[in-house]
């Protein structure tokens, strides 16, 4: 089992420590799965974690220069870490103005992401800022606990209002209530609901989209559904607003499927990253 | 529901009706005298009064007239209810607090009547938000009688002279201290904190003292907890004037320039602390 990579190029290292930003904001443990042509930060909906799940994917060839991956064996050539994303995002902090970082999975005397930040420096010999995170492997046998969650049979798909917005609004509803009503319906119209014995306050908007998703069979499973008709789940507030402060970047794409009263799926784009988020809705 | 939603009729159904552009102009003012969550508001056909009360022994004040409305009408001659002041601010600024040029939450604001909910409308960038903030009983207040002839020393500064002193109050401090005097110290602000006492002079020819009408000299302490929350208004004032009346009560009145050059006030009224009677 190997992995050695490098980023030297400054607008990559931003942006790979602003998805590991992000990645640490949803996340104080995840699994992180190397392959050879992709990234993984994984959270799989366990009860310990409030049921939430979470699968971002980077390829890697968008962020790193050099990447050197061996698996844990031939046939499985993967590797699959336990790690506190908090611990890379601090040592990413760092490497602002960094040279070249680079990233080594090591085991002196426990497993561990080295990661190497190399510093400008005044004189001939170059400064270098070592972080070691320590990581748990996960062994093979482990792994089907980490595959990708499939896209729910939803009732709606709507595209997110301006996250911008929607965090404003879900900053202020969190000092009301613990518990947020989603709704939306495929007229575009999404509502934004809390509700307490002091105060009821419901935001609405327009004219959002509705995605069309082709289905294997060809046909749209939403093509019976009444327009106006809401699909609807209560869910833990915190929950959505960790999801939306921690977004420093817009999103190319925001979508978010409802399957009432049972789960909503966020879908984040962006160019070179993709962000699943799946928020379970409150019994 | 949208605001275009609403009833033509919607007037006649509420006792109070008010619609202002940019509700930012009545959010700043309530924050102003956010020390405590629950306020109370009075509307008369002059305009709304929000008061907050601690201790029993202050009490803050925001007046914001009519006039600052786009559209105010009462429909009794005095509207009362109490209401979680917090959760107001919430609601008025679910947008956001800040103030990006060129946009604002515009509010319309509706009450029924005694036992009915306060409904607020809010709209920013074609998005509606709708509030319903229960109401309670309106509560006995402190009236503190402070009309302008029982007033001993009076002394109006500039806010910015005053700003610096109030954001470094030595917290330490139990109290703090005001001397207004027609002789020298003129105006002396002091505190008794754990490193020692502090004493700031302000001279009554001072650039930032715009009047000065001092007729005794007067020492009263406060409970500078009781005072701390001034500040907020303090920030958002150009003028601030300081009265005090024989029995050391003392009255804070904030002038306040909102964003479209209107004026608006907030007044702090504060019970002098009743351990020291201090004649210097």
């Known amino acids: ?283 | 529901m949208p605001l275009s939603a609403q009833p033509a009729s919607s007037a006649e159904q509420y006792v109070l009706s008010a619609s202002l552009d940019n509700a930012r102009h009545l959010s700043s003012l309530l924050r102003a005298v956010h020390f405590q969550d629950h306020a109370t508001c009075f509307a008369t056909a002059n305009g709304l009064r929000v008061t907050v009360e601690d201790a029993k022994c202050i009490q803050a004040n925001a007046f914001i007239q009519a006039e600052i409305f786009q559209e105010f009408a009462v429909q009794e001659q005095t509207v009362t209810f109490r209401i979680n002041l917090a959760v107001l601010l919430d609601c008025l600024t679910i947008f956001g607090t800040s103030s990006l040029p060129g946009t604002s939450t515009a509010l319309k604001m509706c009450y029924r009547g005694y036992g009915y909910p306060l409904m607020l409308f809010l709209e920013e960038g074609g998005v509606v938000t709708v509030c319903k903030i229960n109401t309670q009983e309106p509560e006995d207040l402190l009236d503190f009688n402070f009309c302008s002839t029982k007033v001993v020393n009076k002394i109006i500064l500039q806010s910015e002279g005053l700003r610096k002193a109030f954001a470094e109050l030595d917290m330490t401090s139990e109290v703090m201290q005001i001397t207004m005097s027609p002789d020298k110290p003129y105006f002396r602000l002091s505190t008794f904190g754990n490193a020692g006492s502090a004493h700031l002079d302000y001279c009554k020819d001072s650039d930032l003292i715009e009047a000065f009408h001092c007729n005794q000299t007067q020492t009263n302490r406060y409970k500078i907890s009781l005072l701390k929350p001034s500040t907020k208004a303090l920030a958002l004032s150009c003028k601030v004037s300081i009265r005090t009346d024989a029995q050391g009560f003392l009255s804070l009145q904030y002038m306040i320039r909102n964003e479209d050059g209107q004026i608006c006030f907030v007044e702090y009224y504060c019970c002098p602390d009743e351990n020291i009677t201090e004649e210097m």
């Open chain 1, 1 to 283: 089992m190997r992995f050695r990579a490098k980023i030297v190029d400054l607008a990559c290292l931003n942006h790979f420590s602003r998805v590991i930003n992000t990645i640490a904001k949803l996340a104080r443990i995840c699994t992180l799965r190397l392959t050879v042509s992709k990234l993984y930060f994984i959270l799989s909906d366990k009860v310990a974690n409030g049921g939430v799940g979470m699968w971002c994917e980077l390829n890697q060839g968008n962020f790193f220069d050099e990447f050197q991956m061996e698996g844990v064996a031939a046939e499985h050539n993967e590797i699959y870490l336990e790690l506190v994303p908090e611990n890379l995002s601090r040592a990413l902090k760092t490497a602002q103005n960094a040279k070249a970082v680079k990233m080594k999975l090591t085991n002196k005397h426990c497993p561990c992401l080295r990661v190497a930040v190399e510093l400008p420096s005044l004189s001939s010999s170059s400064r270098i800022v070592t972080h070691d995170i320590p990581v748990g492997v996960i062994p093979r046998r482990l792994w089907n606990d980490f595959k990708e969650p499939s896209v729910p049979d939803f009732d709606v798909s709507i595209y997110l209002p301006v996250l911008k917005t929607m965090k404003s609004i879900v900053e202020r509803m969190k000092n009301l209530s613990n518990s947020i009503m989603i709704e939306a319906n495929l007229n575009g119209e999404m509502n934004l609901k809390v509700e307490t014995d002091l105060v009821c306050v419901t935001t609405h908007f327009k004219d959002l989209g509705n995605p069309s998703w082709a289905l294997e069979d060809g046909c749209q499973s939403s093509q019976d559904r009444d327009p106006e008709t809401m699909a609807e789940a209560r869910i833990d507030i915190r929950k959505l607003q960790q999801l939306l402060a921690g977004q420093q970047v817009n999103p190319t794409k925001a979508l978010c499927n409802i399957v009432s009263k049972r789960i909503v799926h966020f879908i984040l784009l962006h160019e070179d990253v993709s962000l699943q988020y799946f928020i379970p809705a409150l019994t």
